[in-house]
C-alpha cells in the first residue's frame, strides 16, 4: 500500500500543471515559407505602384505635350488671322512701303520688308512627303534652312533654332488705342498725333484710314511726334511722301515682326522660341514652352 501510493504521488509530481504548459517555437522551415510569402507579396505590391506610376507619368507627359500643341497654336492663330488685314480695315486700302528694305543688311531683309506679312524657313529634307528622324545630340544652327524669296535667317534666330525645325514668320499689328493722326500734310515728314503714342524709335508703323494705308519706320524717339525722314535707323525710309491727308478717322498700329520656331536653352534642353522685334534694332528673345523638339509648318500665299 505504501508502495503504491510513493508511486502515485511521483507520478502526479512529475505531471505538469495546467497552467505550466510551455508553447513550442515556429521551425526554420516554417519561418522560411513566411518569409516567402512576405516577400512576393511585397514584391506584387511594388509591381502594382510601379506600375500605377508608369500609367500616371505617361497620361501626364501626354497632356503635356497636347497642352504645349494647344498653346503653341493658339500663341500663333491670333497673329496670323490679322495678317490679310490692314489695321481694322476689312477692304484692300492701297498700300505704301516707305521702309528701303533695299538698304537692309541680308540678315535683316525679313524683319524690315513690311509688306512680307508671313514667311518661313524649311529646314533641307523635312518637307510635307518626307520622312526624318530627329538627331540625338541637335546643335544650334547646324544645317540649312530656306525659304522663298526670304533672304537670310536673323543672326538671333540662326544662332539659336535647332535642326529639323521651321522658322515662321508673323507680324503682329498692335493698335495704338486712343491715339490718332492730326492734320497730316503730305509732303511732310513727320506725323503729329493728339496724345503720346509709345511707339519705340525706329519702330515700324502702319496708318491707316481704310482708303489709304502706309507704312513706315518711326525715326523719331517718342512723344507725340511719329517721323519718317530722321536718321539714325536702320534701313530707315525712302524720301516717298504720304499717300493722304490723315486725320482722327485714321488708325495707328505698332507693327511687330516675330519668328517662332524650336530653340535650345542653356541647360541644353528645347523649346518653343519667339524672337521679337519691337523696334528694328535689339530683339526681345523669350522661350515660350520648354519640351518642344520640332515644328513643322505648311502655308500658302493667295490672291
Known amino acids: 500500500m505504501s508502495a503504491r501510493l510513493n508511486q502515485k504521488h511521483r507520478a502526479i509530481s512529475q505531471s505538469p500543471s495546467r497552467s505550466g504548459f510551455r508553447q513550442a517555437g515556429l521551425s526554420l522551415i516554417e519561418l522560411m515559407v513566411a518569409l516567402t510569402l512576405s516577400l512576393i ?37 491670333e497673329p496670323a488671322r490679322a495678317l490679310a488685314l490692314q ?13 528701303n528694305v533695299a538698304n537692309a543688311s541680308a540678315s535683316m531683309a525679313s524683319v524690315a ?14 518637307g510635307s512627303t518626307t520622312n526624318f528622324t530627329l538627331p540625338t545630340d541637335p546643335q544650334p544652327g547646324d544645317g540649312n534652312w530656306s525659304g522663298f524669296q526670304m533672304g537670310d535667317l536673323p543672326a538671333e534666330v540662326a544662332d539659336r533654332v535647332l535642326p529639323f525645325s521651321d522658322v515662321l ?23 503729329t498725333t493728339n496724345l503720346p503714342h509709345g511707339i519705340p524709335q525706329c519702330a515700324t508703323v502702319l496708318m491707316t484710314n481704310c482708303v489709304r494705308t502706309d507704312v513706315f519706320q518711326n525715326t523719331a524717339d517718342g512723344g507725340n511726334q511719329l517721323e519718317r ?26 507693327v511687330v515682326p516675330q519668328f517662332y520656331f524650336v530653340g535650345q536653352n542653356l541647360q541644353g534642353e528645347p523649346g518653343f522660341y519667339r524672337v521679337s522685334y519691337p523696334s528694328l534694332g535689339v530683339p526681345e528673345v523669350e522661350e515660350i514652352v520648354e519640351g518642344v523638339e520640332t515644328l513643322q509648318v505648311l502655308y500658302g500665299y493667295g490672291a
Do not use: K
Request: net charge negative; proline share 3%; with cysteine.
Open 113 to 126: 520688308n513690311a509688306e512680307l506679312m508671313v514667311g518661313g524657313w524649311e529646314y533641307q529634307g523635312t
Open 41 to 77: 507579396l511585397l514584391f506584387l505590391v511594388i509591381q502594382v505602384f510601379s506600375s500605377q506610376r508608369q500609367t500616371y507619368s505617361a497620361s501626364e507627359a501626354l497632356a503635356r505635350v497636347q497642352e504645349n500643341s494647344r498653346f503653341v497654336a493658339d500663341l500663333t492663330r
Open 229 to 254: 525722314g530722321g536718321s539714325g535707323c536702320a534701313p530707315s525710309n525712302r524720301a516717298l511722301n504720304w499717300q493722304f491727308f490723315y486725320d482722327d478717322d485714321a488708325h495707328l498700329y505698332h
Open 169 to 191: 514668320l508673323v507680324r503682329e499689328r498692335r493698335p495704338i488705342s486712343g491715339v490718332w493722326p492730326l492734320n497730316t500734310v503730305i509732303d511732310n515728314t513727320a506725323v
Open 87 to 99: 489695321g481694322f480695315c476689312g477692304g484692300n486700302a492701297s498700300y505704301l512701303n516707305h521702309v
